[in-house]
């Protein structure tokens, strides 16, 4: 007879009760597959969208094979292939920070791929890529990982694949394992690579002259790898404001039982305020920052502190209430107008006198940098406290960005709100306790969306593949009402931008825009829960039951949606 012991040690390494039970879950599959454990291969057959980007023609001139190939058209599922495919050998990596999801990209690859067919997994990114680390995916490895949050089956990274010797480096990964196909799973920046690797091995990769296919899928919960009518959100997105939304939604549940503390909630989301405006939208909190309509209005830092201290007067007179919760973007320093000018003149001083400012001893590098800046910078910079200045004055990463996750913003926000009030009326009580939400809702299980979406994804993938397609990035249209299996042609997405000095082909980041459907919505509610407990707790995701089917609200504002019940199937 077994023990409690045992019973708990074979809970060990991914199998407590909750992962042996989620991975049984039974996931809806878009029509044109058919089951999801011995899906059906599809066809892709073009639509009447054509993509292109201002730079359509320096695109065209510099991706003639793909372009040629896909003439930019938008692709969906046209009924059974006729193709029985068999021998590919596919590699799948993942790239940039984790999103929940990711593992069921994989599994679905592998189903449509079936067993005659083999899936690699490529260990540690995009750098395991260039360094051949590949390993072959079972059909054990999909019932183990099925369902399950993280990224860890293969890890990940941030490398990007740019210079000549990479992409030779990633040509001999490909020779060496007899590769037919690369799937890139990840965000903006992965999926420019997946555009650019898809051009450079088009030809002349294979003995017989023949080259390798890639082809992408979207991931990051940020959420600004979107595209109206076509993709409608990155995978990932959804478990990590549901995860957040539970906490904020928990945090508003104490400020209304304890009714003592303002809450300053900063929420992950490098650039883009979807994740935040989500989390608003779930919740209903008195205040929220959207970095877009800050830098779009050109609200200053003072104005901003400024609106926060009135409301937390305006609640305390009229209402009597003492607490509430303010959300902040995580990269809403870089979208104050004079924050945003200072960290560039920052950028550019630190990068001319690197050498300098390094031999600094610590405590005088704010004013050596300062006295290298403009007077309002220098100013400005100077104004701030210490422990922003600090971060301000931190290594830039891999990319070249300030780390703004490292930014003490909802700190800087409390101090300066404290002062406003101080200001405007003495009486008024302020008790706070800040928070960063991040790492938390990057890795969580699945929710069922994201567990359904990211297994249809892979099946899309798999099917190009299949296909023989290249230079596509697998998406699901339609989530309300049924699922459609889209191919959208990567070339067709690329812009032209200035960056660090070159002009590079990019994909632009999606922002919130101040005239989308989601933002209407938001502006027409907050000064409602601006000025009394309207708070909504959405609690914990579940992924059985009538709340687990749920989309994210600003997706379903977005897309027009007329429920908020996702159907795939
Ligand atoms: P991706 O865009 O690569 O998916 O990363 C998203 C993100 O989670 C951001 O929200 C956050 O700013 C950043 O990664 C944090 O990066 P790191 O994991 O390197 O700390």
Redesign the pocket.
Known sequence: MSTLNDLLIQTESHRSIFENEVRKLPLPVCKAFGSADKPTPVAFVNTDKVLGTKDAATVEKNFPNTVKASANTVLKAGGASTAAVSGKRVAVLF?????AGGHNVLCGIKRMLGDKNTVFGVRGGPAGLLKGKLFEVTEADVKSILNTGGFDFLGSD?TKIKTPEQFEMVKKTCVDNNLDAIVIV?????NTNAAILAEFLYTGVKADGSGVQVIGAP????G?LQIRGLLPI?F?FDTATRIYAEMVGNILQDTASSLKYWHFIKL???SASH?TIEVALQTKPAFTLISEEIAEKKISLATIVDQIAKTVIARYRNKAIKHGVVLVP??LIEFIPEMNALIAELNDALAHHATEFAAQPEAGRAAFIQSKLSADNGRLLGSLPAYVVKMLLADR?SHGNL???LIPTEQLLIDMTRDRIKQLDAEVPFNTQNHFL??EG?CGAPTLFDAAYCYNLGLTAGALILEGKTGYMASINGLTTGGEPLAVPLPGLLNVERRHGKDEFVIEKALVKLDSPAMKYFESRREAWAADDLFASPGPRQLWGTAARQIPISVALNDQASTLEFKIG
Do not use: F, L, W
């Open positions: 790239s940039g920070g984790p999103a941030r990840g965000g903006d920046d992965s991931k990051t919960i940020d600004d990155s990932g992950m989301g490098r994740v995580e990269g990463d780390q703004v996750s991040g790492y990057r």
